[in-house]
């Protein structure tokens, strides 16, 4: 239960006695990924519970909007869905601003189409490279040019905008580094509105966050994906916790992130409200649809936040396939 989370987030106990932190209050104003709201949105109402006077404020401009408000000094937390990008730590770097990268949870992409569709179940990774690569724009337009057992259909096709994390880590998983996608879809940062496309369209297919399929199931048909380049034998797998958390489900499965400006993270109600944040994300992200991580990959980012241990963990490029625990590890 929310309120038992947060009565343990709001003690310690030292030498037997309980000592209940100080409230905060001001304001704490979050932008960026869509994917990464609902988990930002659960901590900011426990935490403006808790602090009654501090006032949590999130938009959903897109990872990339996110970062551009952010290394302007707009915002003190950047919602992200994929790791910073060269470009993004250089505009920072430029204005001075450093910031701890916070990994908070896992999601998956899932690959949906809408319940009329009555022939497809499955995808291969090579499929999907059919559909979205470049080169694929106003020429692969039909169902059975995917598969030829497909039907002679239109295919209507929706996903994430270029703004946004989710396209960054769909376009490198399934096309390639750098690459990009092909541009004649509907495109969204708000995935509501993905999901209303599909569910709206029997001819559709599109692709977002796995919590946003999970809130809207009745009106979407969820496909499994077969990642040929793995040769693992695994087959056809649908995204799931298990999936997700076990890593069986590649190439879409990715960590999400906040981003904390690092001369923020010392005052006083940011630094609660990050050390807030650590402490619930594993159990508020399974509450709204995603996939926390192992305890004791938690415990390893509160060292890192106290730490104040700037830069990104991934470098450039999303890392696909690589866990967080590992990467954890390697700094330690």
């Not at 609660?272 to 938690?298: H, N, T």
């Amino acid at each position: 239960m929310r309120t038992t989370a947060l009565a343990l987030a709001l003690a310690t106990t030292v030498a037997g006695a309980p000592i209940v932190h100080a409230a905060h209050e001001g304001p704490i104003a979050l932008d960026g990924s869509s994917t990464v709201y609902p988990i930002s949105e659960a901590v900011g109402e426990e935490f403006q519970r808790a602090n009654p006077k501090s006032r949590v404020t999130i938009g959903i401009a897109g990872t990339g909007g996110g970062f551009q408000r952010f290394c302007s000094g707009e915002i003190d937390v950047a919602n992200a869905s994929r790791p910073i990008k060269a470009t993004e730590a250089d505009a920072c770097k430029a204005k001075g601003i450093e910031f701890i990268e916070l990994p908070i949870a896992y999601d998956g992409l899932a690959i949906v189409v809408n319940p009329a569709n009555d022939w497809a179940e499955c995808i291969t990774t090579k499929e999907l490279l059919t559909l979205w690569a470049p080169e694929a724009q106003r020429k692969v337009t039909r169902w059975n040019q995917v598969r030829a057992s497909w039907p002679d259909k239109p295919i209507q096709l929706f996903g994430a905008g270029t703004d946004s994390g989710t396209y960054d880590y769909f376009a490198e998983a399934v096309v390639g580094k750098d690459k990009g996608t092909r541009g004649d879809y509907q495109a969204s940062e708000d995935d509501n509105v993905l999901v209303q496309g599909v569910s709206g369209d029997p001819a559709a297919l599109g692709f977002f966050g796995l919590a946003y399929y999970q809130e809207n199931q009745a009106k979407l048909k969820l496909l499994g994906v077969d990642d040929e380049k793995a040769d693992n034998g695994a087959g056809c797998i649908k995204p799931s916790q298990e999936t997700v958390e076990k890593g069986t489900y590649q190439p879409l499965s990715r960590p999400l992130f906040i981003y904390v400006k690092k001369t923020s993270a010392g005052t006083p109600t940011i630094e609660a409200f990050v050390r807030f944040y650590l402490e619930q994300a594993g159990a508020l992200s399974k509450e709204v649809g995603y996939i926390p991580f192992p305890a004791d990959a938690y415990g390893l980012l509160q060292k890192r936040f106290e730490a104040r241990t700037a830069g990104t963990l991934f470098g450039e490029g999303s890392n696909v396939g690589i866990t967080i625990t590992e990467l954890l590890k390697r700094e330690q």
